[in-house]
């Protein structure tokens, strides 16, 4: 497909939109999904004076501005949630559009792949159910099956449909390879998580992670394949990191303080940093596989066969 430049800036414009109506819808998602509720009927409404918003007021990041952040017939604030995450998509949506177009390899510079718009489709996928799945789980320590499932037989199925999407080296040739390299993924991402959660819930005599997280950790290997489930799982924790000192010292300052403190000061939800994780592998594979994930796997390939006694030539 030839475009020229001015095009590939309206382009990115419009994968901007996109996004924040993904944006608006995740939105719906993340409140109603949780409670069971559908999220196409009813259209959204005020949840005070039940007034149904308009079409104009539902305009992402737009609509929200005009009317300052009030509802148009009684005034109830409006949270500023709803235009940062329709921001949020949309950025994110329009930076991997940079990474998976604009940077992509291609014959000249006005030639875009259209394979290279089927791979930032089933990116940005990923993306929005990593979204809900990191606001839900903030709000309410639990991660939908909706949301997972959903992630795992989309992963799974336009992974088989279209072999060659998933990132190198997890891309395949036919239909039953990539099914299975979407299986494989699946079982790595969710197996691996499930077996830490349950020895970490026995060291620490207390669940460890959510269900959901293995899941999630099963979403992201049927979608990425699994060295890229596998990088995520042991990327998380660092996103994490500041969340968890941030609630420990406030643990500390509690206890200090001599006030009670609750099971919910120790919690943390993993999935959001999960989530961040996967959007980081998302946005900087291309450069850290071939740079530093390909070595690292390929040495604890070597090593598991040396352990093993088998001979597979030069380690390095
Ligand atoms: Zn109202």
Known sequence: MFVSWPLLVLLGFGVFCVGTVVGSFLNVCIYRIPWQKSVIWPASHCPRCLNPIGASDNIPIVG?????????????????????????????????????????????????????????????????????????????????????????????????????????????????????????????????????????????????????????????GAFLGWRAAILTFFLFPFFGLAHAAWKLAKYIGKRLAGAQSSSADREIPAGPYISMAAVFLLFSWRWLWPLWAKNLFDTFYALFWWSLGVDVGPMF
Do not use: K, N
């Open 64 to 220: 929200w501005l005009a009317l300052r952040g009030e509802c148009r017939s009684c005034g109830l604030p409006i949270a500023a949630r709803y235009p940062l995450i329709e921001a949020l998509v949309g950025l994110l949506f329009l930076g991997l559009y940079v990474v998976d177009v604009i940077l992509a390899e291609r014959e000249g510079w006005g030639q875009i792949p259209v394979s290279s718009l089927a791979t930032l489709a089933y990116h940005c996928l990923l993306v929005a159910l990593l979204v809900a799945a990191t606001f839900i789980d903030y709000d309410l320590l639990i991660i939908p099956d909706e949301v997972t499932v959903t992630g795992m037989v989309l992963g799974v199925g336009l992974g088989a449909a279209f072999p060659w999407i998933r990132p190198e080296p997890s891309t395949a040739a036919t239909f039953g390879a990539g099914l299975w390299v979407g299986v494989l993924g699946l079982l790595i991402g969710g197996g691996l998580t499930a077996s830490i959660r349950s020895s970490f819930s026995f060291l620490l005599r207390r669940e460890a992670m959510g269900f959901g997280d293995v899941t999630l950790m099963a979403m992201i």
